[in-house]
């Protein structure tokens, strides 16, 4: 199937094209509870961990950004953590399997090496065949959020990185692949050269959750961000395809806005229209299950399109 990529399109151009098309539906808020007062968000999409499905979520109190990620299971509709996983010091989780072992990877915030009082970050990688075995192998560079691996269908591991600074702006997308996971580094990560003609200089974007197709083409789950004349935030869930021998790439398209689900909580009044992408499960009737935090205080759940089915095989 062949790619179609054009120009660069902002936010509002998105948002523009999302709304003539036909919405989606069925929203529902991911009820969690044994964690206190504290929030869970930026959950990612359900996972098997020993013949049990269960979600990762960042917790945290309303009023800090120190975070840890929980792991929780379904009980009689409410989400509660299940007893005896560890815990991670993490933000924004998220999972993959490569070679058969669960990766789970998040956010680790640290001491700013040279500005007083603020906090650097980078994604780290944990790995193991349960959660309960989960090692930490690989600590990607400082300053990068949104680091994402997959295993290609030929055993190849796929990266998409978000640089910031000098080479990404505000966070811009870059692609490599190498040869296996050993062979994951630092070099490797900081060479990935930026997708074309995705974000403007005044926005940024990041990939979320990485789906290998039957066809050799990558779906990714990502988002969309910018802020407005206020200073407020939006960020917008979005997906695009890419063929990883290539590099080529579709445009971005909006799979949902803040809208689409139910009315809930803010974290602060300038973070109200944030739909942070969690995790997509397709499902054989051709519509896929949107997990996302919302408005850094919620976890969400929306039914929509499967937009990767018309890129399988």
């Known amino acids: 199937m062949k790619l179609i990529k054009s120009d660069i399109k902002t936010c509002s151009e998105l948002r523009a094209e999302y709304e003539k098309k036909d919405k989606p539906g069925l929203p529902e808020k991911i009820l969690i509870e044994g964690v206190g007062c504290r929030d869970v968000y930026n959950i990612t999409a359900p996972f098997d961990d020993d013949g049990q499905l269960i979600i990762a979520g960042r917790v945290e109190a309303r009023e800090s950004e120190q975070s840890e990620v929980r792991f929780f299971i379904e009980s009689e509709n409410v989400w509660v953590p299940r007893e005896g996983t560890p815990v991670f010091q993490l933000q924004d989780p998220f999972v993959t399997r490569i070679s058969g072992e669960i990766i789970l990877g998040g956010v680790e915030t640290f001491p700013h090496p040279t500005i007083e009082s603020a906090l650097g970050?980078?994604?780290?990688?944990?790995?193991?065949?349960?959660?309960?075995?989960?090692?930490?192998?690989?600590k990607g560079p400082d300053g990068m959020k949104d680091l994402r691996i997959a295993e290609l269908l030929d055993g190849s591991i796929a990266i998409f990185t978000?640089?910031?600074?000098?080479?990404?702006?505000?966070?811009?997308?870059?692609?490599?692949?190498?040869?296996?996971?050993?062979?994951?580094?630092?070099?490797?990560?900081?060479?990935?050269?930026?997708?074309?003609?995705?974000?403007?200089?005044?926005?940024?974007?990041?990939?979320?959750?990485?789906?290998?197709?039957?066809?050799?083409?990558?779906?990714?789950?990502?988002?969309?961000?910018?802020?407005?004349?206020?200073?407020?935030r939006h960020y917008y869930p979005m997906f695009f395809v890419m063929d990883p021998k290539t590099g080529e790439h579709s445009d971005i398209e909006l799979i949902a806005v803040r809208n689409d689900f139910l009315p809930g909580a803010s974290k602060r009044p300038d973070l109200v229209d944030v739909v942070f992408s969690g995790g997509l499960v397709r499902k054989e009737d051709g519509t896929a299950d949107l997990y996302a935090g919302i408005s850094d205080a919620e976890a969400h759940k929306l039914t929509i399109q499967d937009p990767f089915l018309p890129y399988e095989r």
């Open 121 to 138: 970050w980078r994604t780290v990688f944990y790995k193991g065949s349960t959660i309960h075995t989960l090692e930490d192998f690989f």
């Open 162 to 232: 978000r640089p910031q600074g000098e080479k990404g702006g505000r966070g811009k997308i870059g692609f490599t692949v190498v040869p296996s996971l050993n062979d994951l580094t630092l070099e490797a990560i900081e060479n990935a050269p930026l997708l074309e003609n995705q974000f403007t200089d005044e926005e940024w974007g990041g990939a979320n959750e990485i789906h290998v197709l039957s066809s050799g083409l990558v779906g990714v789950l990502g988002h969309i961000a910018c802020f407005d004349k206020l200073g407020d």
